[in-house]
């Protein structure tokens, strides 16, 4: 199992970024996918998550109509598109796939002026 984490970087207050996460070893349309953060001092948290299908997601209540997951089965690649970023988004952010679980290694995202 691999999950390679992309597309993080410094970005100003307000602006938008996509991540994106790459797996392979598995079969990956069979797995619910999540994303989570830890900033510097704090816990790991849950982000978002994705079931198999893509047809249910659900989100922290701080990145609620700002962030938004997705997938492509096709491209066995799951997204995590975060607009209107603030400082408090600024930390590494990992992909992590259900039932093991398998973490990437992490992107970092820092949002500051």
């Known amino acids: 199992v691999q999950l390679v984490e992309s597309g993080g970087g410094l970005v100003q207050p307000g602006g938008s970024l996509r991540l994106s996460c790459s797996a392979s070893?598995?079969?990956?349309?069979?797995?619910?996918m999540t994303w989570h953060r830890q900033a510097p001092g704090k816990e790991r948290e849950l982000v978002a998550s994705?079931?198999?299908?893509?047809?249910?997601?659900n989100y922290a209540d701080s990145v609620k109509g700002r962030f938004t997951i997705s997938r492509d089965n096709a491209k066995n690649t799951v997204y995590l598109q975060m607009n209107s970023l603030k400082p408090d988004d600024t930390a590494i952010y990992y992909c992590?796939?259900?039932?093991?679980?398998?973490w990437g290694q992490g992107t970092q995202v820092t949002v500051s002026s």
């Open positions: 992590r796939r259900d039932r093991g679980p398998y």
């Open positions: 070893g598995f079969t990956f349309n069979t797995y619910t």
């Open positions: 994705i079931t198999s299908s893509g047809r249910i997601t």
